[in-house]
C-alpha cells in the first residue's frame, strides 16, 4: 500500500466517524431557520451569516443573491440550536482590476495577477462579522423560524 492509499484510507475512516458521531440520539435539539439579510433596506447578495449558541455547535448558512439564507447545524437545513444566539453576518466582494474573466485570459496572463492590488469592499460593516464585536442576537424557538435582519 502507498502513502496514498493510506492517507486516503485514513481519511475515509475520519471521514466515517465524523459522520457516525452526527447521527444518533445524543444531538441537541435543532429548529429549523431562514430569513432575509437587508443593509440599507436593500438585500445583502453574498457572505455567510453564524448563529452561535451560548452553549455548543454554530449554525451557519450562505446568503443568497436575493438576502435570504437558512441555516443548518448538524445537517443541510436542519437549522439551530433552540435558545438564545449571538449573531454574526460576513459578507464581503473581493475587487481586483487584474482578475481574469476567463480561463482563457488566465493562461494568457500568468504571473500577472497580483493579489496584493486587490481590495475587500465589505458589503456590510466588518464589525457584524466577528462574535466578539457583533450587536446582533437572535433567540430560536421549537418550531419553525423566520430571522430577518434588517441592517441601517
Not at 485514513?10 to 465524523?18: E, F, K, Q, S, T
Not at 443541510?76 to 440550536?81: K, P, Q, T, V
Not at 488566465?106 to 458589503?123: I, N
Not at 437572535?138 to 418550531?143: I, R, S, T
Request: proline letters at 8%; charged letters at 20%; one cysteine or more.
Amino acid at each position: 500500500m502507498n502513502v496514498c492509499n493510506k492517507i486516503l484510507g485514513l481519511i475515509a475512516v475520519g471521514a466515517i466517524g465524523i459522520l457516525a458521531s452526527g447521527c444518533g440520539k445524543g444531538l441537541p435539539a435543532t429548529a429549523p431557520v431562514k430569513g432575509k439579510i437587508t443593509w440599507n433596506g436593500k438585500p445583502v447578495e453574498c457572505g455567510s451569516i453564524t448563529f452561535y449558541p451560548e452553549k455548543g455547535r454554530p449554525a451557519t448558512g450562505i446568503i443568497q443573491p436575493d438576502g435570504s439564507y437558512r441555516l443548518s447545524t448538524f445537517k443541510d437545513g436542519d437549522g439551530a440550536l433552540l435558545g438564545k444566539h449571538k449573531v454574526t453576518i460576513l459578507a464581503t466582494r473581493i475587487s481586483n482590476q487584474a482578475v481574469p474573466k476567463s480561463f482563457e485570459e488566465e493562461v494568457r496572463g500568468l504571473g500577472k495577477f497580483d493579489p496584493q492590488q486587490s481590495a475587500v469592499k465589505w458589503l456590510v460593516p466588518e464589525h457584524y462579522s466577528r462574535p466578539e464585536t457583533t450587536p446582533l442576537t437572535a433567540e430560536v424557538f421549537k418550531g419553525r423560524n423566520e430571522i430577518n435582519f434588517a441592517l441601517p
